[in-house]
């Protein structure tokens, strides 16, 4: 059974890092020591209309903190956006199944799509800290974020694409235009449902395994509620417990 803790933890640090999106630390050791790659956790507000949690995917983590970035959509990230430092936030974390990398995998590549982005950070440091190549490919319709956070961490090639914008050294178009020739062992993926679907079709005429991660909505993140059912395979599965990483080939039948 997965670890997973309620703590009132405090914020270490909490800043804008684009327009609308924001990175957060949060000092919370026991789920911080047991967070995997592809995980999340739930953010408690308890503010009358706010009551209900929000689902945050794991950006980092470390000995004594994990860190998020999301992006203020609603009254509940811009709530959350106006927290500071030294104040307390209650959370429920490590939650879901995350990534899970093949013993014989020696050439990966991560694929995300705009605020999909975020979650496959951990997952790259953990390829580099196995010594395992991993390609980053990134697509925004305007404005790349954490680009150069990948870059540091010198485990392969970093290729971005935007839909609308006016970077020279970007790809115009889709991020799923360079990947299509490319060859991999396992191909990990993260962002919005018709990016996945075009990399699931491609990764399926190539057969190279892939895992998704699933956006859904929550309320409880922990299965109790059964309000982020999908269709996987021939059943119905929760995304915050089964989830929210799935087999592309279960949720994206070719």
Not at 127 to 146: E, M, N, V
Not at 158 to 174: P, Q, R, S, W
């Amino acid at each position: 059974m997965k670890k997973m803790f309620w703590a009132e933890a405090e914020i270490r640090d909490n800043h804008c890092i684009s327009p609308d999106i924001y990175a957060m630390k949060i000092i919370a050791p026991d789920a911080a020591k047991n967070a995997k790659s592809g995980q999340f956790i739930m953010v408690y507000l308890d503010k009358g209309e706010l009551l209900l949690p929000r689902p945050i995917s794991i950006y980092d983590a470390n000995d004594d903190e994990i860190e998020i970035i999301y992006q203020v959509v609603g009254k509940g990230t811009k709530a959350l956006s106006q927290m500071q430092p030294q104040q307390e936030i209650k959370i429920l974390a490590p939650l879901g199944n995350g990534f899970t990398i093949a013993p014989d995998t020696k050439k990966a590549a991560l694929v995300g799509g705009g605020i999909g982005t975020p979650p496959l950070y951990y997952l790259a440091k953990t390829l580099a800290q196995a010594k395992i190549s991993a390609d980053i490919y990134l697509g925004f319709r305007t404005t790349p974020i954490l680009a150069e956070e990948f870059r540091a961490l010198n485990n392969g090639e970093v290729h971005i694409a935007l839909e609308n914008g006016t970077d020279d050294n970007a790809h115009k178009g889709f991020i799923t235009d360079l990947i299509a020739s490319q060859n991999y062992d396992q191909i990990f993926s993260c962002g919005p449902e018709p990016m996945l679907r075009a990399l699931a079709a491609l990764t399926a005429r190539t057969s190279t395994p892939t895992q998704v991660s699933m956006e859904q909505r929550m309320a409880c993140g922990i299965g109790t509620c059964v309000g982020c059912v999908i269709k996987a395979g021939a059943q119905y599965t929760r995304v915050c417990c089964e989830g929210p990483v799935f087999d592309a080939k279960e949720v994206f039948p070719q």
